[in-house]
């Protein structure tokens, strides 16, 4: 970049020493050496039409030669300017890229914490669940064996009942001489 500093600056103080008045009727030195004052349109089709532009500008005020060099100085110039705000923007979009893939991965983590955090409460909800129904069902079941026994003592106690019944009426009957054993 220096290199075309330096360029455009020594193109520039040439610029303004041909500028200077030389006599003969000429006061300040504009004079037009080529047939037309503007170039052809077959010119300007190069691929820098902007330097054909500053060239015929500053031939104009100059000999054509350093016309020539200015306008290649201060293109050259304007064209590391151009580059270096690309790779300017280009770091600066890399790095807002890498910043925001940053911010997104920490998100992205928070999220899959939440997430876990989520699952394991609704995992914990669930086993809780669970041992509720699992009680529930126990307590049934024992509930049930508690019936099942009450009914079993019961069931005993009528057929004891029974047989005392029956025995005592079979006695009672056998001692009045109704059933007869021969």
Do not use: W
């Not at 020493?17 to 077959?42: E, K, L, N, T, V």
């Amino acid at each position: 970049m220096n290199l075309s500093k330096r360029l455009a600056l020594s193109g520039a103080q040439s610029a303004f020493s041909m500028a200077r008045p030389r006599g003969f009727g000429s006061s300040i030195g504009f004079i037009d050496r080529r047939p037309f004052p503007y170039r052809q349109i077959s010119e300007l089709t190069e691929a820098n039409g902007e330097r054909a532009v500053i060239v015929d500008k500053l031939a104009k005020v100059m000999d054509a030669g350093k016309a020539e060099a200015l306008a290649g100085a201060i293109t050259n110039t304007i064209e590391m300017a151009k580059e270096d705000v690309r790779r300017h923007c280009e770091e600066s979009h890399s790095a807002f890229v890498a910043k925001e893939c940053a911010r997104l991965r920490v998100e992205l983590a928070k999220y899959h914490g939440m997430v876990n955090e989520m699952l394991a409460k609704q995992r914990c909800e669930d086993a809780i669940a669970m041992n509720e129904i699992e009680k529930d069902i126990i307590r049934k079941k024992f509930d049930l064996h508690k019936e099942l026994s009450q009914l079993r003592v019961q069931y005993y106690s009528g057929k004891l009942q029974l047989l005392k019944y029956g025995m005592v009426s079979f006695g009672c009957l056998a001692a009045i001489g109704v059933i007869g054993f021969a």
